[in-house]
């Protein structure tokens, strides 16, 4: 009986100190991000013609970079613009950018489980009688209580990866910038074609006037 309880004891263990380590990273994942925009664009841009191009160093024959600016131009038809290849209104310039990563350290707590009483005992007997006399054996079974008696700290580590995108519209006939929105964020999450749809949503929400500041959005990763 011990051993069952004790086995027990370890399991609890275990499965607190997974769910601390793993967090709602695995439950609930979501990507925390700070947006920066800018915007100044006129009353009647919807139906205006873009085309988009690489932002400054942003490889435009990449083909990465190619499917991304496929996605980007796919919200901004659903958004009103005309999306071509030359002769248009705007020019939108989309970069994007990703870090090899970097290993951060932290601690967590986990729980000790111990026992810190008997919650109840059961009694099982005989009693054999020779005449006037008699003699009783038995056995008592007692139902220990375990609870939280303490904490240990572990120590894990875990690479995050700083990650960025940049979106900007100028004016093709008078060079003017109309907008301007840039999103900066990092995770564990290291490969970009993952987290490329939220960004996206994230920096074109209520377009063109993109809310400011630290903002989350949910997500399904695959890495």
């Known amino acids: 009986m011990r051993h069952i309880f004790t086995l027990m004891q370890k399991y609890l263990v275990l499965f607190f100190a997974l769910i601390i380590v793993g967090g709602c990273q695995t439950l609930n994942p979501t990507i925390e991000s700070n947006v920066t925009s800018f915007n100044q664009l006129p009353a009647n841009w919807k139906g205006k013609s873009i085309q988009i191009k690489a932002y400054k160093k942003q490889n435009p024959k990449d083909l990465e970079w190619l499917s991304y600016r496929g996605k980007l131009e796919s919200k901004l038809k659903k958004l009103g613009f005309n999306v071509v290849t030359k002769n248009s209104d705007y020019i939108g310039f989309f970069g994007f950018a990703i870090d090899s990563g970097r290993t951060v350290t932290s601690t967590y707590s986990i729980p000790q489980w111990g026992q810190t009483g008997v919650s109840g005992s059961s009694t099982y007997g005989s009693l054999n009688t020779f005449g006037n006399t008699g003699t009783y054996s038995g056995t008592t079974t ?71 500041g630290n903002r989350s959005i949910g997500g399904k990763f695959n890495c």
Request: net charge positive; aromatic share 12%; hydrophobic share 25%.
């Open 142 to 212: 007692y139902t220990p209580t375990y609870r939280v008696t303490g904490y240990s700290q572990g120590t894990r580590r875990d690479t995050t990866y700083p990650r960025s995108m940049s979106f900007e519209i100028i004016n093709k006939k008078s060079g003017n910038q109309l907008v301007k929105t840039q999103l900066s964020s990092q995770g564990s999450c290291g490969t970009y074609s993952e987290v490329v749809d939220e960004f996206l949503e994230l920096a074109l929400t209520n377009f063109p006037n993109v809310p400011t």
